[in-house]
């Protein structure tokens, strides 16, 4: 039996790097899938590969319709959601005085305002049911920030409070929320800069076992806040 044999997951991001990830350890797992990305394309090929049902929602989040339309399917198809993973994320940024207004609006509605609205249709199906999780993806940049980073870090500066807000919220609901910070991972996204940098990276795989605990553990424990990363990545005392 899979750890999460029974639950329903929705993974927002979830056609690459993290989201992907997580898609597929949770599978591993026995869970049933919502997966949401803006690429149709690469969800199909996802959700065929999988061992587990899984349904495929093209959406973008940061639009609200389009993110009520994709709770509303996966309570059509499933009845019920367990777990809600914001992974969607977007990097930009550059010398503050260089920044464009674009830019920034961009991070922060990608990073901030779609866990908002995913959070928010969470709530509305976990409450009448008693109780779900939530695990946001945030990143050490919400502790550590680096230079030319700001919509970047001040967006997951954010999600940490809205983590603290939705477990607080959540709790007299059964519902618990915590987030997961990974260092440098080997992703597509991942910087040339960071690439050339010579900065250690670990594999999705060392990431995403994290995420699984989380989503794993009893209905009344939660991990509010995971830090994972490689030991020898500049991160403490980095500035």
């Known amino acids: 039996m899979g750890q999460l044999d029974g639950k329903v997951a929705l993974i927002t991001g979830a056609s690459s790097g993290i989201g992907k990830g997580v898609a597929v350890a949770f599978a591993n797992e026995g869970a049933r899938l919502v997966l949401a990305a803006r690429r149709a394309d690469l969800l199909e090929l996802l959700t065929a590969s999988l061992p587990v049902e899984a349904l495929a929602v093209a959406a973008d989040v940061t639009d609200e319709a389009q993110v009520q339309a994709l709770f509303q399917k996966a309570l059509q198809r499933f009845g019920r959601l367990d777990i809600l993973v914001n ?4 990097f930009d940024g550059g010398p503050l005085e260089e920044l464009s207004l674009a830019a920034w609006e961009k991070v922060i509605a990608v990073n901030l305002r779609g866990p908002f609205l995913c959070t928010r249709e969470a709530f509305r199906i976990m409450k009448p049911q008693g109780g779900g999780r939530i695990i946001n993806i945030g990143s050490i940049s919400a502790q550590r920030v680096r230079p030319h980073s700001a919509p970047y870090s001040t967006s997951k500066f954010g999600i940490t409070g809205l983590t ?7 709790r007299a609901h059964g519902i618990t929320c915590g987030v997961l910070h990974p260092g440098n991972i080997a992703v597509e996204t991942l910087t040339e800069a960071r ?6 990276v670990m594999q999705i795989e060392d990431c995403v076992q994290t995420a699984v605990t989380m989503a794993a553990l009893p209905a009344h424990v939660n991990l509010l806040e995971a830090i994972v990363l490689p030991i020898d990545q500049p991160y403490l005392g980095r500035g």
């Open 87 to 90: 992974n969607a994320g977007v």
């Open 164 to 170: 603290q807000v939705t477990a607080l919220e959540g």
């Open 195 to 200: 690439r050339l940098s010579g900065e250690p």
